[in-house]
């Protein structure tokens, strides 16, 4: 939350109100209880502090949560973590917010429809073709419409591809392709996924806003 101070002096990003809420608190309360089973919400220095907020907030979510502390780089964390997940399982980084809400079950259908017929599918990404402050690019197949084909992180071109969203339906079988020392999930294990021949999927959401710096 470095590009957000003065905004995170004390506080953690994911706890930045956007109008009358906490991004945090948007994010849970827009996921949809027919598709998501339970939630784990990660954080390390700020821990008590998010779960005190996610507490206050309980009555206006649903589904059960879960709050852990690691010390652990998002791939770490899915390591870390990876008996306790559903298959397939929803990351959702905490600095991303929609003004529509995310069709949660639409993707999961896709996904489901997918994963039948194909062994190599490895998961979903929810993509848009808003572009501020882009996580990653996504370029679909030229050969299947329905695959990715390229993806790469934060750069500085978009024009032509989809956004990646930093949120996404995943197989466990994932996890198989994160090494130990990575640090991002979409610069290294995703991408390396691909290169092994993982497939993911995609589905276009209307709009997002990654806060990632000031201004």
């Known amino acids: 939350g470095g590009g957000m101070y003065p905004l995170t002096a004390g ?3 994911s706890l930045i109100p956007v109008g009358s809420k906490p991004m ?3 994010i ?3 996921l949809d ?3 998501i089973g339970n939630i784990i919400i990660i954080s390390d220095k700020y821990f008590p502090m998010i779960k005190d907020y996610v507490d206050a907030f309980s009555s206006s979510i649903t589904i059960p949560i879960t709050c852990k502390k690691l010390a652990l780089t998002p791939p770490q964390q899915l390591i870390a973590l990876q008996d306790e997940l559903s298959d397939p399982f ?3 980084y ?3 917010i929609t003004e529509h809400k995310i069709e949660w079950k639409r993707g999961y259908d896709k996904y489901l429809r997918l994963s039948k017929n194909d062994k190599n599918l490895l998961g979903l990404l929810y993509v848009t073709k808003s572009y501020p402050l882009a996580i990653g690019v996504v370029g679909k ?3 299947n419409s329905e695959y990715i084909g390229r993806f790469f992180e934060k750069p500085a071109e978009v024009m032509g591809h989809f956004v990646n969203m930093a949120v996404a339906i995943l197989s466990k079988d994932f996890i198989k392709h994160i090494k130990k020392d990575d640090t991002t999930l979409f610069g290294e294990s995703v991408p390396r996924a691909i290169a092994m021949g993982g ?3 995609h589905l276009e959401h209307p709009d997002f806003k990654h806060f990632q710096r000031m201004g």
């Open 11 to 13: 506080m953690p990003k």
């Open 24 to 26: 945090l608190i948007q």
């Open 28 to 30: 849970l309360e827009g």
């Open 33 to 35: 209880p027919q598709v």
């Open 90 to 92: 929803i990351i959702h």
């Open 94 to 96: 905490t600095d991303i």
């Open 141 to 143: 197949d030229p050969k």
């Open 199 to 201: 497939k993911f999927t």
